[in-house]
């Protein structure tokens, strides 16, 4: 099958091939997907887990890409609860394989069915962007009715979805990000938009959850706005500024086929949208990886 591999760490974005590598192998409770499209973060030549696998093990040459939409071509041993040929979507385990290239085996569990009034290249931009925001909000946020959330970075995949999906659960949003970013932010359900190039999101004032996918100084900042008993959520780095009264949590998101199919619910309903940005074939991934840092939307290789 052709593939985007990389082959040694720290040669970026210039080590990435397009060549052929050999057909993934179905383990067990596994699914091979002939991979439809698929999307990426520009940060994974640098995980851990795209240069080893769980026992530490050196697995380069890696192939990335974790968000995956596609079909079920065939299953592995003691695999239930998908068929061949199904419409599917998820994401990939970070230190196995990933989805830039025809095929990609992963654990069935890792999936959900992608219904057919959902394309393919929009239901590439939904997984981590969708769980990520879902898990930030409401599994470690525990955000209720009536409550006000500050979502960082609303102009990209994460903070695009933690509006709407905030909105819909009946909170107050408040949202931030580039200038460029004010009316998409504003039309998927922010009441106020910050442009953190020129306005100081503190003059809000207080609120019950900051979901941050930022870093930096605007986390730094971020604690000094949570009010008593509120969170601090992010996806960045550790806090090392905490809310005086309140919780900080960091995390890394999880595949989770349940909150999958919640996601694609409200696709299809129309209640929520992932924001697409450029589409991109397999062999411009290299371009894709250079372009998307500071571009809105979630950038998608488009494989078949």
Do not use: C
């Not at 071509?73 to 609860?81: F, R, Y």
């Not at 040929?85 to 992608?114: C, H, I, K, M, S």
């Not at 020129?198 to 000094?224: K, P, Y």
């Amino acid at each position: 099958m052709r593939a985007i591999r990389i082959h040694r760490r720290g040669e970026g974005v210039d080590g990435l091939v397009l060549e052929e590598a050999p057909h993934p192998h179905a383990a067990e409770n596994d699914v091979i997907v002939k991979v439809h499209a698929a999307s990426f973060t520009p940060g994974e030549l640098d995980w851990p887990g795209t240069w080893t696998d769980r026992a530490g093990r050196d697995r380069a040459p890696s192939i990335p890409g974790h968000e995956v939409s596609g079909e079920v071509v065939e299953l592995g041993l003691g695999t239930t609860g998908l068929t061949v040929g199904q419409r599917v979507f998820g994401l990939t385990d970070w230190t196995r394989d990933g989805a830039l290239a025809e095929y990609v085996a992963v654990e069935a569990r890792n999936l959900a069915p992608l219904p057919a009034s959902i394309d393919h290249v929009q239901a590439a931009a939904l997984p981590l962007a969708g769980l990520t925001a879902w898990q930030a909000l409401f599994d470690h946020g525990n955000l209720a009715v009536g409550q006000t959330v500050l979502v960082h970075g609303a102009g990209g995949g994460v903070g695009a979805l933690a509006v709407q999906l905030a909105g819909q659960a009946g909170a107050r949003v408040v949202a931030t990000g580039r200038e460029r970013d004010r009316a998409t932010a504003l039309e998927l359900g922010a009441e106020v938009f910050v442009d953190l190039d020129r306005e100081r999101f503190e003059e809000v004032g207080q609120v019950d959850l900051v979901l941050d996918v930022i870093g930096g100084e605007i986390l730094d900042r971020s604690a000094a706005v949570v009010r008593p008993g509120g969170t601090l959520v992010t996806v960045a780095a550790p806090p090392k500024v905490r809310p005086d009264n309140g919780r900080a949590v960091f995390f890394v998101v999880e595949p989770n086929r349940q909150q999958l199919v919640q996601l694609a619910r409200r696709v299809r309903e129309g209640v929520i949208r992932p924001i697409v940005g450029a589409v991109h074939s397999l062999e411009e991934t290299r371009e894709a990886f250079r372009s998307k840092a500071g571009r809105p939307g979630k950038a998608v290789i488009k494989v078949v």
